[in-house]
């Protein structure tokens, strides 16, 4: 019998050897766009995300929900709109934080942006810190009607959320330069952060662990220049104790890691992660999908590959094709490799490529890539 | 080793602990408050090539630049009534729709360093926000930088509305940001590309002889 699309992909992910690479594509970008501007092509009007990249012979991924969600317990949480910006504040015996955040008008109105981070001086520790301790995650029961949508067409890349809890504390909650000044100041106060974030990250990946989930995220969106620094210092231990959990219930863990990695690639084979996720190489990044390969070890999964600016008209169709070509026998004989775009589908793209990706894979992709 | 090469490698360093003491050295040593300040743009000219090179990182730069700053409060008074030359002027920006700063800011950090007046116009810049800032400001060079693919095409919007309106013969510009590519930039219509802080200095540097 036929693999289904998220069989082939979980049993890349196992090490198997499978009928050819799968192509796990992602098209959020191009297609909240374009559905916010009522510019879909004529045939994809009304379609889903998923109904598309299926129609177009991929595996769909789907993601930006979360298995445990979120309740805040023994203080106030007040959402107000101060247009362009949505304000929540958070107010707790010790104090109140706030943040300010500005919706994406140009991706369609389903991003938004931290304006002004949670964290802003060294008086909101304590109240971050009661905010976290006080924040008590629970099932998210829109994962499940994800999951039942998605079905075989795909996987749900969740867990956790978007971020491991370091990514949390020095992009979502600090910012990064912020982040770093702290941490030249007041070491011991970032770290008692870190370790609250983690408090709070370790019960929502229990959530994850116990749910109906094979591949759990547990980080994203890193850049060599600013994560290297102190990334075996809070990001490796945590994703090994989390993988510990992870493996242990047999599944599998991934990273969104689609940034500048050179320096980050030798660090990422020791953290146990099974999947490098929207890999991104040459032109938009300094490394080759070789670099990818050989620095991050053969037992992790290689899922991307493919450059978003590719799929625009500024690359035509024959340059297209022989990216993809070359990029196939690049990675023979194509274990552990998904295929798939870095990060996203962008706005300008031919949706066609998808489907030409497919048709390459079929002609040059069939496992094992001599 | 004298008191200004002592505080150069500090800057280098990132130590910014003794900077302050070091910089009252070098002025209470009659050392001209011009040459101190080359001195120490040197200084951060060096952090950006080991920053392009790989041998640095954000934290690397940050702690660089703090030193400029507590060296700059030391030298405030010792300034009055001295011009130091600037290496020219350029307002820099994130491209509209487009609310990303860290590169931009480590860009604006290596310029300020290295002595060149920056006008930081922040993120999510309209075209006609930039428009009015070379109106005002007249910059030498115009900074655009965008992180995403769905606002890269805005730095050729940018550069359109410029030619409209007359203000792209006055300006070199120079594009950057993680999805763009040289390629990209030159077909956009800019003069130039960066893909990192320290090579803008260095290109920066270029244009303004160009």
Known sequence: MALTQKQRILDVVAGKQVDKVPFGARIDVWYNYHSAHDSLPAKYKGWSSTDIIADQGAAAQKRFFSVAKETYHDMEVVKRDEPPYEVTEYVTPLGMCSI???????????????????????????VIKYILEHTIPVFNEEYTKERKDMGERGIVMTGTGLWGPNQRVMREIMGYELFYNEYMDRPDKVDELMTAMMDLERKKLDICVDADIEIINLCANWSDDIHTPVFKEYFTPWFREANEKIHAAGKFSMAHADGEMRRLIPLYSETMLDIAEAVTPVPQTKCTMEEFRN???????????????????????????????????AMKPGMRFIAGMADNLPIAADINRVGRVVELIEKYGKLPII | MSNIAELVQKVIAGDWKDIARLTQAAVDSGMKTEDIVHQLQGGMEVVGQKYSSGEYFLPNMMKSARCMTIAFDVLKSAMKGIKIDSLGKIIIGTVKSDMHDIGKNIVVSFLKGVGFEVIDLGTDVSEEKFCEAIKREKPALVGLSSLLTTTMYEIGVVIKKLEETGLRS??????????????????????????????????CKRLMQA
Do not use: C
């Open chain 1, 100 to 126: 300010k955040l500005i919706w994406s008008v140009n991706e369609g109105p389903w991003l938004a942006y931290e304006h002004e981070k949670l964290f802003k001086s060294e008086k909101d520790y304590p």
């Open chain 1, 295 to 329: 620095g991050m070890g053969k037992h992790v999964t290689l899922w991307g590959g493919i450059p978003s600016i590719m799929f625009e008209s500024d690359f035509s169709n024959k340059e297209f094709d022989d990216y993809i070509i070359k990029m196939l026998k």
């Open chain 2, 170 to 203: 006055r300006v070199k510009v120079i594009a950057g940001g993680a999805p763009v590519t040289e390629n990209f930039a030159k077909r956009m219509g800019a003069d130039a590309y960066a893909s990192d802080g320290g090579q803008a200095v260095a290109i």
